[in-house]
T-cell receptor, first 113, second 116 residues
């Protein structure tokens, strides 16, 4: 059974700091990995999708990497801003079977002005 | 990218009643899904909404409790039946624009349900 773990569960940083969020998964047979942002009481906003054949994806100040063989992904946020404060979720789709996403519990990020 | 509208955004319901949540996508999509996010937990898939056929439910979820409709390629509903306080959660609709696992998944803004 695929399990997705995100560490740390919560992170508080001062504005301007660069930071890394971690995601690990137990079954390396994945099709892709997707990072989301969730604001309190809201739905999910897709940030980046990394396909299993890719090593990284970039969007603005965000960079996500994927090491499928070791079951790890990182989300790097450069020059953090208070508006980046949210919960960040990673999710994977397994090879074979359904197309469902398996989620981690998320990392709650607070960027202090 | 597809835009998903979900309503209601929140509701407070009496135990024993039912609530129907609607999900409207602004373009035709192949795959639609319903997730539940219990307080402090990660998202869990309830079912895949199949157009023109019965939904496919995950282990632990049954049609009598969570009936789902999908009459066309842009719309789906999830009903939470005979509610109890344990059903208090955020319910989220998700869609993928094309079949195949290498396409991005999108989510609605969620429905925050409180059962009293």
């Amino acid at each position: 059974k695929q399990e997705v773990t995100q560490i740390p569960a919560a992170l508080s940083v001062p504005e301007g700091e660069n930071l890394v969020l971690n995601c690990s998964f137990t079954d390396s047979a994945i099709y892709n990995l997707q990072w989301f942002r969730q604001d309190p009481g809201k739905g999910l906003t897709s940030l980046l999708l990394i396909q299993s054949s890719q090593r990284e994806q970039t969007s603005g100040r965000l960079n996500a990497s994927l090491d499928k063989s070791s079951g790890r992904s990182t989300l790097y946020i450069a020059a953090s801003q208070p508006g980046d404060s949210a919960t960040y979720l990673c999710a994977v789709i397994l090879q074979g079977g359904s197309e469902k996403l398996v989620f981690g519990k998320g990392t709650k990020l607070t960027v202090n002005p | 990218s597809a835009v998903i509208s979900q309503k209601p955004s929140r509701d407070i319901c009496q135990r024993g009643t039912s609530l129907t949540i609607q999900c409207q996508v602004d373009s035709q999509v192949t795959m639609m899904f319903w997730y539940r996010q219990q307080p402090g937990q990660s998202l869990t898939l309830i079912a895949t909404a199949n157009q023109g056929s019965e939904a496919t439910y995950e282990s632990g979820f049954v049609i009598d409790k969570f009936p789902i409709s999908r009459p066309n390629l842009t719309f789906s509903t999830l009903t939470v039946s005979n509610m109890s306080p344990e059903d208090s959660s955020i319910y989220l609709c998700s869609a993928r624009e094309a079949s195949g696992r290498n396409t991005e998944a999108f989510f609605g803004q969620g429905t925050r349900l409180t059962v009293v």
